[in-house]
């Protein structure tokens, strides 16, 4: 809402610095409460309903942004001699503070992995992350690589059905939409139900397993790029959009019970970061340096970019995870046999 207040454009940069540490700080604390509520063969889906109501989240705030903005604009009159984008930021901010009283009355948990060696500095937990390498690196590796996918579709995919297919912006934004709003969500759950399916006939390894599983769909889905018809590729879109939030629940969910609870929120905020910028840096450069060069003069060629991308990304996911199978399957089995906290032997 202060951003609404703004004068300058400093103030506003400051604002939504502000706005942007706040969103920050949000999923490293909601996995590690998570982590104290649920038992480990429950975190997945409580991990996955949380990603569902964060892509549904952003997908409202577009619906409703819009429609705000409109309804605005429409007034003849603000009051308070206010503009629209300042009303704006006044109305979709203001349920904000409503959430936020409602959240006060939210328990803190138990520490169910019986932690009780007090607060971890952040150069502990790097210090613990570090020693501990070979357990995180796979996860970390993982959720890089199979991030990719997903951003070389938003970042690439519309111009691409423009070049290739003759589609405007519009309709290019139509297709991608429709099919991220509600397949993500669909997969996640499939996922969800297919981890407890796998953990309850006895596979520790249920979570990796997904990943792996995950690893394959994006491997054949990023083949999409090269499809030379638009109903061809939005086929094999569909699988594709089926995985970010099977793939990173169960991610999530190993990485909380692998790590002390007073050092989850590092982890899951190095993590972020590391998919985040990770992905975005492969997902970018890559694909436009392959269109511009192997590809060049190809009216095809930024599609050929995103497959060889993706591809590349999906098969690496798949090497690393299929490695880290019998590692994870007995994180996952010293945990359900000792349910009061994360495993520290592996």
Not at 41 to 59: E, Q, Y
Not at 70 to 96: D, H, M, N, Y
Not at 118 to 129: C, E, P
């Amino acid at each position: 809402m202060l951003c609404g207040f703004s004068s300058t454009i400093l103030q506003f940069f400051f604002f939504r610095v502000g706005a942007a540490v706040g969103e920050a700080v949000l999923h490293p604390a909601a996995y590690s409460l998570i982590a104290d509520t649920f038992p480990p063969k429950r975190m997945v889906r409580a991990v996955m309903i949380f990603l569902t109501s964060v892509l549904f989240a952003n997908g409202l705030a577009f619906i409703a942004g819009g429609a705000v903005v409109k309804a605005i604009t429409s007034l003849p009159e603000l009051p308070f001699g206010l503009r629209p984008w300042q009303a704006t930021f006044f109305l979709v901010g203001a349920p904000g503070l409503v959430l936020a009283a409602f959240f006060l009355m939210v328990r803190e948990p138990d520490r169910l992995s019986g932690d009780r060696e007090g607060l971890a500095t952040f150069g502990d937990s790097i210090r613990y992350i570090w020693g501990r390498r070979r357990d995180y690196g796979p996860l970390y590796g993982c959720s890089l690589l199979l991030a990719v996918p997903t951003m070389t579709t938003y970042l690439w995919m519309p111009t691409h059905f423009i070049r290739t297919y003759g589609l405007d912006a519009s309709t290019s934004g139509y297709y991608i939409g429709v099919i991220y709003l509600v397949l993500p969500a669909l997969g996640g759950f499939a996922g969800s139900v297919i981890t407890e399916k796998w953990q309850n006939a006895g596979r520790h390894d249920a979570s990796m397993r997904i990943v792996l599983l995950c690893a394959l769909i994006g491997t054949v889905g990023g083949l999409a790029g090269i499809m030379s018809r638009l109903e061809h590729t939005l086929v094999l879109m569909l699988p594709l959009a089926l995985i970010p939030v099977a793939y990173y629940a169960n991610i999530v969910a190993l990485l909380q019970l692998l790590t002390p609870s007073r050092m989850r929120g590092v982890n899951s905020a190095l993590l972020l970061l590391a998919t985040n910028l990770g992905a975005a840096a492969l997902a970018s450069p890559l694909v436009g340096a392959m269109s511009d060069t192997l590809f060049a003069g190809k009216p095809w060629g930024l599609g050929a970019g995103v497959a060889l991308v993706n591809v590349s990304c999906g098969m690496l996911a798949a090497a690393i995870a299929v490695s880290s199978l019998e590692r994870f399957g007995r994180v996952m089995r010293d945990s359900v046999e000792r349910p009061s906290g994360p495993s520290h032997v592996l």
